[in-house]
């Protein structure tokens, strides 16, 4: 049985992320797999990593098990906005926090950095609301898709990662919305084989 955890970047239990992690979750349920979910924007902890890498804050419990879940996990799926070419401050506030030096990736000195995540794939869904993956690609270079995919998650050990990109979301209708949750389960039923 396929492990998922789906983690939700969107602070807004109201939003469209909210609905295609819900969606996602349940077809790729109904497909035999565990899922589980992470709200970030519902979890307790302080986003600032105060002292940077001098000196480490004692982890928030639910920060403990948003890692125990991510590290049980076979496959990851993150979903989220792209809000100033990048993710929202409560996720970023979530990789300073949790996403920490034996914890998700070690370094050894005078070798490349080893990543510790053990899942073997992950999944990457991203919104905008003004902006085209056109005008993404070409004209931002897919810095918030750079940041995710090769700054944090390859750099910490998922080195398969595939990537679905929803925009412009003012452009579309609710039709348009409804297939996009369609398609989102028919990507869960795919995830959960």
């Known amino acids: 049985m396929k492990k998922i955890v789906v983690v939700n970047g969107h602070p807004n239990k109201e939003s469209f992320n909210h609905v295609l992690a819900n969606a ?3 077809a790729a349920t109904n497909k035999g797999a565990e899922v589980k979910y992470i709200s970030i924007g519902e ?11 001098q000196k480490r804050m004692e982890l928030e419990p639910d920060l403990v098990q948003a890692l125990e879940t991510i590290k049980w996990s076979d496959h990851q799926v993150w ?4 809000w100033w070419l990048g993710m929202p401050a409560i ?6 926090r949790a996403f920490l030096p034996n914890i998700t990736f070690k370094t050894i000195k005078g070798e490349t950095t080893q990543g ?7 999944r990457i869904i991203t919104t905008a609301g003004d902006l085209s993956y056109h005008e993404y690609e070409k004209t931002y270079h897919l810095s918030g ?3 995710l995919q090769k700054g944090i998650l390859e750099y910490c050990g998922i080195s398969s990662i595939e990537n679905n990109f929803i925009g412009p979301l003012n452009d579309l209708t609710e ?3 409804l297939q996009w949750i369609e398609k989102i389960k028919e990507i869960a039923i795919n995830d959960a084989i």
């Open 24 to 26: 996602y979750i349940e």
């Open 43 to 53: 979890l307790e902890f302080n986003p600032n990593l105060e002292f940077g890498y």
């Open 79 to 82: 979903i989220h906005p792209i």
């Open 91 to 96: 996720m970023k506030g979530f990789f300073d």
């Open 116 to 122: 510790l995540l053990t899942s073997d794939t992950a």
């Open 145 to 147: 898709l750079v940041q």
């Open 175 to 177: 039709n348009d919305r």
